[in-house]
């Protein structure tokens, strides 16, 4: 079980199943504090206005998509520390090279597992610097 209970949540995939879906996943393995956001636009408003610990995002998404949402994080000094783990649809192999070079944790394939989801953010958060 990774160790999340204090550990803030940030969901972002602009359809709100999916985000109930990873939700529900979270909590099942212990994490309570999650918020949810529909697109990237939405998602930077979050992460600059409360204090988020982790992003799981979507990659397709209206109005600011999951690549600019995660540049936008990486480039910004107050954020670039949050983990992102990448949820798509697509298994492209370009998608997964780009995600990782720019900066994303991890990636995981729609649709996943809860052992899947389970076994990226605990090896994320087994990486993440220990904060006192």
């Known amino acids: 079980m990774p160790a999340c209970p204090d550990l803030r949540f940030l969901v972002v995939d602009d359809f709100s199943t999916m985000r109930r879906i990873v939700r529900g996943l979270l909590k099942e393995m212990g994490c309570l504090h999650i918020e949810e956001a529909e697109d990237g636009v939405t998602a930077l408003q979050a ?32 954020l670039c520390h949050i983990p992102v783990l990448m949820v798509t649809a697509e298994a ?10 720019t900066g994303a944790a991890g990636y995981i394939v729609k649709p996943f597992t809860k052992a899947t989801l389970e076994e990226k953010v605990t090896k994320i958060i087994q990486k993440m610097p220990v904060t006192a």
């Open 47 to 78: 992460l600059r206005n409360s204090r988020i610990d982790f992003v799981v995002s979507d990659i397709n998404m209206p109005n600011m998509d999951g690549f600019e949402l995660l540049s936008q994080i990486k480039q910004d000094p107050a």
């Open 92 to 101: 492209r192999k370009e998608d997964i090279v780009r995600a990782a070079q």
